[in-house]
């Protein structure tokens, strides 16, 4: 079955610094999707991407999908202590709406 | 916005008795809703799709008889843990899209669930 496997599992960063997280797709997908949950919350959706190639930017969150739409990336600039919480990546291979997770990023910021 | 409501935030329970879970979709209707099971720093793994007016579809490894889902009406699902044991303890969470998923889908605040 659709796989999705993230990196890293940790990331811990001082505020301002930069953060990545990427997603890997053993299939290729119709579309990825990138959630945000914070420590005792329920996942938030931040962003769908669908097309080959495609870049999205929220304020400092920059997200891409990959040419072969089987692999994607959130990067953070600047990060700030608001961005804590762990980063899921979220594949969808068909069109009965499935979601497949990554394992998720969390982040930590020291302040 | 898509509200999802999810009820109850949290339950303890004893081993051998059955607990039922709800999510309503607020604001939309929802022909279909997911149920996931999350461990404590794990991801979410998708347990069933819950079909307004049909059967549930339960993903791989997953006792239908054990997790009852029922979507009666196009606003709510229910997941029912049947005899639950201490394994059953997890953070269980609901998500529905009022966009068939082409607009990220709403997760419900999830559900805390002890057995002791």
């Known amino acids: 079955g659709q796989q999705v496997m993230q990196i890293p599992q940790y990331q811990h960063v001082q505020e301002g610094e930069d953060f990545t997280t990427y997603c890997n797709s053993s299939t290729t997908l119709s579309n990825i999707q990138w959630y945000k949950q914070r420590p005792g919350g329920h996942p938030v959706f931040l962003i769908q991407?669908?097309?080959?190639?495609e870049v999205k930017k929220q304020k400092r969150l920059t997200f891409q999908f990959g040419e072969a739409k089987k692999n994607s990336s959130l990067h953070i600039t600047a990060t700030q202590t608001t961005d804590v919480g762990t980063y899921f990546c979220?594949?969808?291979?068909?069109?009965?709406?499935?979601?497949?997770f990554g394992k998720g990023t969390l982040l930590t910021v020291n302040p | 916005g898509a509200v999802v409501s999810q009820h109850p935030s949290w339950v303890i329970c004893k081993s051998g008795t059955s607990v039922k879970i709800e999510c309503r979709s607020l604001?939309?209707?929802?022909?279909?809703m997911f149920w996931y099971r999350q461990f404590p720093k794990q991801s979410l793994m998708l347990m069933a799709t819950?079909?307004?007016?049909?059967?549930?579809?339960?993903e791989q490894g997953v006792e239908k008889d054990k997790f009852l889902i029922n979507h009666a009406s196009l606003t709510l699902s229910t997941l029912t843990v049947t005899s639950a044991h201490p394994e059953d303890s997890s953070f269980y969470i609901c998500?529905?899209?009022?966009?068939?998923?082409?607009?990220?889908?709403?997760f419900g605040s999830g559900t805390r669930l002890t057995v002791v």
């Open positions: 819950s079909n307004e007016g049909s059967k549930a579809t339960y």
């Open positions: 979220a594949g969808s291979g068909g069109s009965n709406y499935k979601l497949t």
């Open positions: 604001d939309f209707q929802a022909t279909t």
């Open positions: 998500s529905a899209s009022s966009s068939g998923g082409s607009y990220g889908y709403t």
């Open positions: 991407l669908v097309k080959s190639g």
